[in-house]
């Protein structure tokens, strides 16, 4: 069996909440999204399980001053 997800689209970011800690700064955003989220049979290709879905996550992101934001958490909601 193979999982394969595709057609992954944001439908709603909203910040949750922004702090600073020393020199880090922090945001976490929910994030809604629909996919396709399949398991397919790995010989022939053909579906086993699976769609179209939806969910939603809260990501942080983490930055040291004026760095590059890097994800530093998931959490499925």
């Known amino acids: 069996m193979v999982d394969r997800i595709s057609d992954v689209k944001l439908?709603?970011?909203?910040?949750?909440e922004a702090?600073?800690?020393?020199?880090?700064?922090?945001a976490t955003v929910a994030m809604r999204f629909s996919l396709n989220d399949?398991?397919?049979?790995r010989d022939s290709g053909r579906v086993l399980q699976?769609?179209?879905d939806?969910?939603?996550e809260i990501w942080t992101f983490m930055r040291v001053r004026s760095g590059h934001w890097l994800?530093?958490?998931i959490q499925q909601s």
């Open 11 to 16: 439908l709603q970011g909203d910040l949750a």
């Open 19 to 26: 702090w600073r800690e020393g020199d880090t700064d922090y």
């Open 38 to 41: 399949e398991t397919l049979d």
């Open 50 to 52: 699976g769609g179209p």
């Open 54 to 56: 939806e969910a939603t």
């Open 71 to 73: 994800v530093s958490a």
